[in-house]
């Protein structure tokens, strides 16, 4: 069963606005790190909020087609039930953060699945190290960084441990270290089989997938290899690289 | 006289431990001056203090050899434009178009002037298309360009940019880059956050490295 499975999607947020998304039609494998390329605007981010459930639950909007996330449809399927198996790491992290300090903040989801607080605990305590993190840890989320932002929110979607990781523009606000520690942080999770999305327009960071999905105003125009980003003629061609 | 002067400059916010330690600097209203430094170290902070949100706990800073602590926002405001590092903080007004002349309209310019700046801009920024649309609905690098073009169009002296190239491609990024080089040519000047190393490299005059609390010139 794949992991992502992508049926005729099409999506607009309002009725009768502009389509945002066009007929798109792909699959994802487990362990695969797929960048997603485009210019802004060319429903990128989109993308990420249906692949986590989000479109059609809270942003409604005109969906049609079909998105499955390990065989489940996430049209028909709570969101509750998505959250642990898709992450999801919002461009703006600020949507995300609201608890008072990085520690609430990483260990509210797994207290809302009720676990024991002996595994919440133990969960915390490795993401934390495992993000490193651990200086931030009884700091007001209000007070961080962007980039300390990202990474919290980060730690708190991992902390789920989903078997699907959407990261939407992560890496562009994390300095050159923190990127490096970010990187080797998800090829670890493909190791362990975890399918991951990344958005970026730093082509440098997406050379870290093996697959790469362009899209432009909506329309899914490349589906290849990581190679494609050594076309320089082709990224040209789609403004993804100006001299 | 330097048109920006941070004299001793240090921070801390309340109940914490000193972020900022005796910052000095200059900056004239002229080239690109890019600050860079690890997350979390007080970048945003040493810009906020700048533009007079945030007040140091220790030194000055003089905007025109005033002392802007005796300065309004407003006064402020109308030497140096800030661009947040999330521009949804900035943004507001219904339309894309009415976010563009908010600004020009609390300075009072005529109605003509100021829908003849807003068409200027609107295609510059490549939101031609977008002008009726609401902004918050915006992808985030149209939220970028948008609040961009909405602080460049008051014509600061100085303009400062938190994280300029967050969610801009790269076609984008080269038109912000040339925007830039735009503003320098008309003797004013920018002083931007980045991580972007590339776009560094390419378009600043001046690096400023914060490290430790402490900042120091690229290259000393």
């Not at chain 1, 692949?51 to 969101?79: E, F, R, W």
């Not at chain 1, 990202?150 to 979607?157: C, E, G, Q, T, Y």
């Not at chain 1, 939407?168 to 190791?191: F, M, P, S, Y």
């Not at chain 2, 880059?177 to 980045?194: D, P, Q, T, W």
């Amino acid at each position: 069963m794949s992991a992502v499975v992508v049926n005729n999607l099409n999506y607009r947020y309002q009725k009768g606005g502009k389509q945002i998304l066009k007929d798109l039609n792909f699959t994802m494998e487990q362990g695969q790190i797929v960048a997603v390329l485009g210019l802004s605007g060319s429903g990128k981010s989109t993308l990420c909020l249906c692949l986590g459930g989000i479109i059609p639950h809270y942003l409604g909007g005109q969906m049609s087609g079909q998105v499955l996330i390990n065989g489940q449809d996430t049209a028909k399927c709570k969101i509750a039930r998505l959250a642990p198996e898709v992450g999801i790491v919002f461009q703006d992290a600020d949507t995300q953060l609201f608890s008072p300090t990085v520690e609430d903040e990483i260990a509210f989801a797994p207290e809302n699945l009720c676990l024991p607080s002996e595994q919440i605990r133990h969960r915390v305590d490795a993401v934390i190290d495992m993000v490193g993190i651990n200086h931030l840890r009884y700091e007001n989320t209000n007070n961080l960084s962007g980039g300390q932002k990202h990474l919290v929110a980060m730690a708190s979607v991992l902390t789920l441990d989903p078997s699907i990781l959407v990261l939407d523009e992560v890496l562009a606000q994390l300095d050159a270290a923190v990127k490096k520690n970010v990187t080797e942080i998800l090829l670890e999770l493909r190791r362990r089989g975890k399918t991951i999305v990344i958005v970026e327009h730093e082509l440098e960071a997406a050379t870290i997938a093996n697959r790469v999905l362009l899209l432009e105003d909506g329309l899914l125009v490349n589906d290849g290899p990581a190679s494609l980003l050594q076309d320089k003629e082709l990224l040209a061609r789609h403004k993804l690289l100006v001299n | 006289m330097a048109f920006m002067e941070l004299l001793q400059v240090s921070f801390s916010y309340r109940g914490q431990k000193q972020l900022l330690n005796d910052i000095n600097f200059s900056i004239h209203n002229e080239g690109i001056t890019a600050l860079t430094g690890p997350n979390g170290i007080g970048k945003t902070t040493l810009s906020k203090l700048m533009v007079g949100m945030l007040v140091p706990t220790t030194g000055h800073i003089t905007l025109k050899g005033q002392d802007i602590s005796g300065m309004t926002l407003a006064q402020i405001g109308r030497l140096v434009g800030y661009v947040f590092q999330n521009p949804e903080k900035q943004l507001f007004c219904p339309t894309v178009s009415e976010e563009i002349s908010f600004g020009l309209q609390n300075l009072e310019l005529p109605e003509h002037d100021v829908q003849r700046l807003v068409k200027e801009n609107l295609p510059y920024f490549e939101l031609e298309h977008l002008a009726q649309s609401f902004p918050l609905q915006l992808s985030e690098g149209e939220k970028r360009r948008l609040a961009i073009a909405a602080v460049l169009v008051l014509e600061p002296e100085l303009l400062v940019l938190d994280e300029p190239t967050t969610g801009l491609d790269a076609y984008r990024k080269h038109l912000l880059g040339e925007c830039l080089k735009k503003i320098v040519a008309s003797e004013r000047g920018v002083f931007m956050i980045s991580h972007d190393n590339n776009f560094i490299n390419r378009y600043a005059s001046r690096i400023l490295i914060l490290e430790n609390g402490r900042l120091k010139e690229h290259g000393c």
